[in-house]
């Protein structure tokens, strides 16, 4: 597979991770659908395991998802998602895999403090939306970012 043709993958999967934070957008399928059209590329041992992995594991965030509670609406605008979503990147890169999560709450929190100013009612308004719905939205980013962590380790150690 061509330096290119990678390229577009990966732009694929950012698009997927971005569409995992807009409601409606299908994140999930375009992370997926990039590893499959990788995997069927690359045709190595490592490039399967990864598709296979990231088919199981995106199956297990979907049952997840379904346990949670439903989402009202939009839990989250758009600027709450934006910063959630940096701040899953950064978790993600700082701490691998496993700060993906407080990445992002760390994330919204700040969001929040900027907006209104005080500890308790940034903490307060992170709790609301995680209530009404980010669970959902988390779950499905770490999953996301799992497939993609696993894409790139893949690309450079396989």
């Known amino acids: 597979m061509g330096a290119w043709e990678l390229?577009?993958?990966?732009v694929v999967m950012m698009l997927g991770l971005g569409g995992v934070l807009v409601p409606g957008?299908?994140?999930?399928?375009?992370?997926?659908?990039a590893t499959l059209w990788w995997a069927l590329q690359d045709r190595s041992p490592s490039a399967w395991w990864v598709l296979v992995g990231a088919s199981v594991l995106l199956l297990v965030a979907q049952a997840v998802r379904w346990q949670l509670p439903a989402r009202s609406g939009n839990?989250?605008?758009a600027r709450l998602a934006q910063w959630a979503g940096w701040g899953?990147?950064?978790g993600?890169?700082?701490v691998p895999v496993a700060g993906a999560i407080p990445g992002a709450l760390?994330?919204?929190?700040?969001?929040?403090?900027?907006?209104?100013?005080?500890w308790d009612d940034a903490a307060a308004s992170v709790r609301d939306v995680l209530?009404?719905?980010g669970w959902n939205v988390?779950?499905?980013l770490f999953a996301c970012l799992l497939v993609a962590g696993a894409w790139v380790g893949a690309l450079v150690w396989g």
């Open 131 to 133: 209530r009404r719905g």
């Open 25 to 33: 957008l299908p994140g999930t399928w375009l992370v997926w659908a």
């Open 88 to 90: 899953a990147l950064v």
């Open 75 to 77: 839990p989250m605008g």
């Open 138 to 140: 988390l779950v499905e």
């Open 7 to 10: 390229l577009l993958v990966g």
């Open 92 to 94: 993600f890169v700082v």
């Open 106 to 118: 760390v994330g919204l929190y700040v969001a929040e403090r900027v907006r209104l100013g005080r």
